[in-house]
């Protein structure tokens, strides 16, 4: 029996052994086929435009295509749950945004935990959102705007990305604070909400700057402020909300990547050594301009898994000062 034991430890780890060399093979050679980049929210906005803005470059880096794969819904839960249970092979790769932090303050119940199911790479970028309105609307500032909304109760309605996304709680919170009458209406994303506030279907709107940016330089909407705490490169003659009366005020935006748990290590260094090189190249840093965001970076991917733990922590407390209860 002594014998059998000891060769059956022998067939075990030499199994095991075998199983490690080929998963080390594997990593080494990746990648051999299409790499699927999981956008998890609707084409036109900012995710979208970052992901399509990445992916070219990316693809040339790595010599494999990359696949733009958009997975709208729940706010970026569809997406971001189809990811979670991928397998981690270094063939799926997810757009992580600010939203992914606050789900665990809004969502009872997540199919995922924002900080497990996920090996992070990199922060793509930050920027700001900025609250629109409409020209039909006749404001030009917040103090106008507020004023508008207590003369004109139960009235005006303003579009965001989603539910629980930055920019909705971001509006709430200014909601809250003047005590405002105005209805939230959700889109599954801001390239869906920018088409009914330009079309002055919904006259307000808070939301990303990438979708909003062109139609407000061609006049089509009027930036009302940026909620960034200082004023946006992409917009310097509008004031930040918090130099508009609500001191103190800030929100932002950032788009990042993200892979299944459980991605070889190799892989994800190799992500993020190319997608620092690709964001320090000129032709890139003037198209983020083009949509409001920056090219930050990560130096390593630890770095963005400490912010990802942050911002859960913070965005928790915004979620209970703006009086949303999860769902």
Excluded at 10 to 32: E, K, S
Excluded at 63 to 78: E, H, K, M, S, V
Excluded at 204 to 230: D, E, F, N, Q, Y
Aim: proline content about 8%; charged content about 15%.
């Amino acid at each position: 029996m002594p014998v059998l034991k000891r060769y059956l430890r022998r067939l075990l780890t030499a199994f095991i052994a075998w199983v490690c060399l080929c998963f080390i093979a594997h990593a080494q050679d990746w990648p051999t086929k299409p790499i699927k980049l999981i956008v998890p929210h609707a084409p036109g906005g900012v995710t979208d435009v970052v992901a399509r803005i990445l992916a070219q470059p990316l693809s040339e880096a790595l010599r494999q295509t990359i696949i733009i794969d958009n997975r709208p819904g729940a706010a970026g839960l569809l997406g971001t749950d189809i990811a979670a249970k991928t397998s981690p092979d270094g063939y799926t790769l997810l757009m992580y945004v600010d939203t992914n932090t606050i789900f665990p303050s809004t969502i009872k119940q997540l199919n995922h935990d924002p900080i497990q199911s996920f090996d992070p790479v990199t922060i793509l970028g930050k920027g700001s959102h900025v609250l629109v309105a409409h020209p039909s609307l006749g404001v030009n500032n917040l103090q106008d705007l507020i004023r508008y909304i207590k003369s004109h109760p139960n009235k005006l309605s303003y579009a965001s990305p989603g539910t629980g996304s930055p920019q909705h709680l971001g509006m709430e919170i200014i909601k809250n604070t003047y005590q405002l009458d105005v209805t939230h209406i959700p889109y599954k994303g801001g390239g869906q909400a920018i088409s009914d506030v330009v079309g002055g279907q919904v006259t307000l709107g808070m939301l990303g700057m990438a979708p909003a940016l062109p139609h407000i330089k061609s006049g089509k909407l009027i930036a009302i402020a940026v909620t960034s705490r200082a004023r946006s490169i992409a917009l310097p003659q509008v004031p930040t909300v918090a130099e508009s009366g609500l001191t103190g005020f800030e929100t932002g935006q950032w788009q990042g990547l993200v892979v299944p748990a459980g991605t070889p290590s190799s892989i994800i260094d190799r992500l993020h050594s190319d997608l620092v090189k690709i964001m320090q190249r000129p032709e890139i840093k003037e198209k983020l301009l083009g949509i409001g965001m920056d090219n930050s970076t990560h130096s390593t991917p630890a770095l963005f898994k400490a912010m990802l733990k942050d911002e859960v922590v913070k965005w928790s407390g915004v979620v209970k000062t703006a009086g949303i209860q999860p769902e």
